[in-house]
């Protein structure tokens, strides 16, 4: 039997989280299958799931739960749609939102390369019918890189309208061949970022996962990165292997470290840095602090593993 070529780190107690469960969450599983709603909270295995679901938040996916791309960190089925889709989505995701008391929802997507526009007239269609049904509810869009076509980010952008525009260069310049599809690049995520503030979006957003082989260094470096493509909003979080198909976890990072992350993010201008060992790209700190600036009254959650603060942020410009 082949050993793996880094035994497997012991997982901390601050990785800890409890089993989904309570009435709340119990409702919404129930209404997203009813609704026949695909959730990326758990095709992604997000470990937050149970916290967020019980707060009655929720990240869903559109565009089917098969993805063109195989980066090798993602549990989300990978495959060849042959250009399937419903196009009644956009109708269906609007007025099911429409039944549910939320203030602010993600919107993600499967890569979809089978598609001519990447499937960004899809996205901006799906903003439309929920802006339509809910017009106060924000809305974030969490896409691909649409193939690196400027023309589809923009469609997103233009057409949709989201209240933020997010898209997520996964991991530090150096490991982007091995943790993400051969497709992918760094330079080519920091465009659709560059492209999308120059159509007009408002905020944009990142992240970055951690504990894949990279450096302090990279990291901070990979921050500076960001700032510089004028990224509004960024998110740091813990890797953690979703099967052992999954690329390897090589070290668990330890709270502190995170907290100089968010630090350094602080000082080169991030307006909001969520990072902790629990943290997602569709984490509640972020939408909350988000949520707070969109309705012209900032706010903030710190993020020490999903306890919420009640406090004034001052916003760095």
Known sequence: MTQPAHPAPKKPDWLKVRMPGGERYAQLKETFRRLELNTVCEEAR?????????????????LGEMCTRGCSFCAVTTGNPRG?????????VGRAL??????????????????????????????????HYAPELLVETLVGDFGGVAAD???????GRPDVFAHNVEVVPRLQKTMRDHRCSWERSIEVLRTAKAAG????????MVGCGETEDELLEALALLRAADVDVVTIGQYLRPSP???????????AEFERYKAAGAALGFQFVASGPLVRSSYRAAEGFLKGILHGVPSTFDDSYGKR?????KVVT
Not at 153 to 159: A, D, I, P, S
Not at 245 to 255: G, S, T
């Open 98 to 131: 429409g039944e549910l008391d939320l203030a602010y929802v993600v919107l993600t997507m499967v890569d979809r390369d089978d598609l001519s526009d990447g499937g960004a007239a899809h996205v901006a269609q799906t903003v439309q019918r929920i802006k």
């Open 153 to 159: 980010v923009e469609t997103v952008v233009l057409e």
């Open 245 to 255: 198909k999954h690329a390897e976890l090589l070290r668990y990072v330890e709270p």
């Open 84 to 92: 399937a889709y419903d196009p009644r989505e956009p109708e269906h």
């Open 46 to 62: 997000c470990p937050n799931v149970g916290e967020c679901w019980g707060e009655g938040t929720a990240t869903l996916m559109i």
């Open 309 to 313: 603060q009640k406090r004034s942020l």
């Open 201 to 208: 979006a408002k905020y944009t957003k990142s992240s970055l």
